[in-house]
T-cell receptor, first 118, second 112 residues
């Protein structure tokens, strides 16, 4: 079973509108972390936002917010007021303890390609 | 400036040759990771290491080998046993507490 599922291979949004990118996860580690990264066509990986499993409030960073629904095991990224420069691949990732129980590993989803239209 | 340096950025090799990709970090991070990225596959974990002289296999370790002799360095060798080595390889490091990954710029390997 996949640890991180991103069901939207591609998304389109009009400039200045908001968009939600979906992410669901699966883990038995009670102390996990969820991340979103952006990858422009240049290939660099840019950290956007982090949510810890025990955090009571949804994380926000500027125009990015994370809609964390723990019971549903979902961690959707919301981008408000989209800009042309937001066009990129977006990856959801989860940090959890590995099967040995003493090392952390990060697992990524397959990504969503966001295109912002003018 | 602190960061992660991967080299080379582009590499071409013939089938059957071993290749070593370099990854160096000066962020004083304990943990280091190697990922492989193929179109439509996202990032898949090859190997990771939390401390010097110790490392663990990730989800797709077959055909790869690593070493962690120094905290700053985590080189990846793509061996001739790797069936389909052409890919984009990303190295990352992280602080243990937060787990946020800091990535290098990647190495694109093409096997001819």
């Amino acid at each position: 079973a996949q640890k991180i599922t991103q069901t939207q291979p591609g998304m389109f949004v009009q400039e200045k509108e908001a968009v939600t990118l979906d992410c669901t996860y699966d883990t038995s580690d009670p102390s996990y972390g969820l991340f979103w990264y952006k990858q422009p066509s240049s290939g660099e990986m840019i950290f956007l936002i982090y949510q810890g499993s025990y955090d009571q409030q949804n994380a926000t960073e500027g125009r990015y917010s994370l809609n964390f629904q723990k019971a549903r095991k979902s961690a959707n990224l919301v981008i408000s007021a989209s800009q042309l420069g937001d066009s990129a691949m977006y990856f959801c990732a989860m940090r959890e303890l590995d099967s040995g129980g003493s090392n952390y590993k990060l697992t990524f989803g397959k990504g969503t390609l966001l295109t912002v239209n003018p | 400036d602190g960061g992660i340096t991967q080299s080379p950025k582009y590499l071409f090799r013939k089938e059957g040759q071993n290749v070593t990709l370099s990854c160096e970090q000066n962020l004083n991070h304990d943990a280091m990771y190697w990922y492989r990225q193929d179109p439509g596959q996202g990032l898949r974990l090859i190997y990771y290491s939390q401390i010097v002289n110790d490392f663990q296999k990730g989800d797709i370790a077959e055909g790869y080998s690593v070493s962690r002799e120094k905290k700053e360095s985590f080189p990846l060798t793509v061996t001739s046993a790797q069936k389909n080595p052409t890919a984009f390889y990303l190295c990352a490091s992280s602080i243990q507490v937060t787990g946020e990954l800091f990535f290098g710029e990647g190495s694109r390997l093409t096997v001819l």
